[in-house]
């Protein structure tokens, strides 16, 4: 656990201090701000954090899965929490995945009555499950109440969502995003310059 715990601390640190030094190479919209235009209800931490790190993820993608199971409590309680890193989850669905589409629909409308969290937790938790029947709205109400999912059906029917997510896809192909999960960690301070 705590092996764990310092070899993700080491990377965590390796990856802010590349982004560092590589962001211009990497950040194909320099001079625009990681944390503009971005949906609030699915970024996690503080705005005024010094990374801010995007990860580009796949409900249905297993890989995804295992780095959600293995890292993301870790980065929470360790970055995010303590003002560090500011999470932003960007959807990246893949076309050879039949239902990570639909998944993320469901988790952008959970994320608009501010219940990402579960339903990510959910969407990832019993992944094999949905995937195989692609019974995304069952697994989600598992852990929503009936009122929860009423809005979140709305909200899926009512096809604005669709436009959030390809502008997640849209951004991850600027940064060359081809496979996920993919993290992107931009200095802030590099967009943000302290006034003098």
């Known amino acids: 656990m705590h ?5 993700s601390s080491m990377l965590l640190s390796l990856a802010a201090a590349l982004a560092f030094l590589f962001a211009p190479a990497l950040d194909s919209r320099a001079g625009q701000s990681p944390v503009a235009d971005i949906d609030p209800h699915v970024a996690r931490g503080s705005k005024n954090a010094p990374i801010v790190m995007e990860v580009f993820s796949d409900f249905q993608c297993p890989a995804c899965k295992t780095l959600f199971a293995s890292t993301n409590r870790q980065v929470m309680d360790n970055y995010v ?9 960007r959807d990246f669905p893949l076309p050879m995945h039949a239902h990570s589409q639909v998944a993320a629909q469901y988790s952008r409308a959970a994320a ?3 219940k990402f969290e579960p339903v990510e937790q959910a969407l990832f938790d019993n992944q094999e499950k949905w ?3 692609g019974d995304v709205d069952g697994t989600i109400s598992a852990v929503l109440s009936p009122a929860e999912m009423t809005k979140i059906r709305a909200l899926v029917k009512g096809g604005t969502l669709n436009a959030a997510i390809q502008k997640d896809v849209a951004l991850g192909k600027l940064y060359n995003v081809n496979q996920t999960p993919t993290s992107v960690f931009t200095p802030k301070a590099r967009h943000f310059p302290t006034p003098a």
Request: proline share 0%.
């Open 131 to 133: 995937e195989q029947t």
């Open 3 to 7: 092996r764990s715990r310092r070899v």
């Open 112 to 114: 608009q009555i501010g």
């Open 81 to 89: 929490s303590t003002g560090k890193v500011y999470l932003i989850h």
